[in-house]
Nanobody, 121 residues
Framework: QVQLVESGGGSVQAGGSLRLSCAAS????????MGWFRQAPGKEREGVASISRSGSITYFTDSVKGRFTISQDNNKNILYLEMNSLKPEDTAMYYC??????????????WGQGTQVTVSS
């Protein structure tokens, strides 16, 4: 079993920054790949960014490239999402997820409870 707890969400104005954190605990073996998803009201959930445990594989959806950075502290078992130049369209519930394979992220594995990000214009 793996437990994921997100934090760091909040309300900011456009152009502002937030850093999300995801604290992971439980079965380390299952947490080879970690990432962030988001879901805005009335929209489908989308993958935002992901990173393998070794850091060798990373992914960003086009809309956040150049603005968001994903990183991890494997010693503390924390995943981060640094979000800069935030736009109103970034408003969503952000979820942390983990899986053994990065190709399975979001399809299999574990989810956190989410943290809300609201960006006002």
């Amino acid at each position: 079993q793996v437990q994921l707890v997100e934090s760091g969400g909040g309300s900011v104005q456009a152009g502002g920054s937030l850093r999300l954190s995801c604290a992971a605990s439980g079965d380390t073996f299952s947490r080879n790949c970690m990432g962030w998803f988001r879901q805005a009201p009335g929209k489908e959930r989308e993958g935002v960014a992901s990173i393998s445990r070794s850091g060798s594989i990373t992914y960003f959806t086009d809309s956040v490239k150049g603005r968001f950075t994903i990183s991890q502290d494997n010693n503390k078992n924390i995943l981060y999402l640094e979000m800069n130049s935030l736009k109103p369209e970034d408003t969503a519930m952000y979820y942390c997820a983990t899986s053994w394979l990065c190709s399975d992220l979001g399809k299999r594995g574990y989810w956190g409870q989410g943290t809300q990000v609201t960006v006002s214009s």
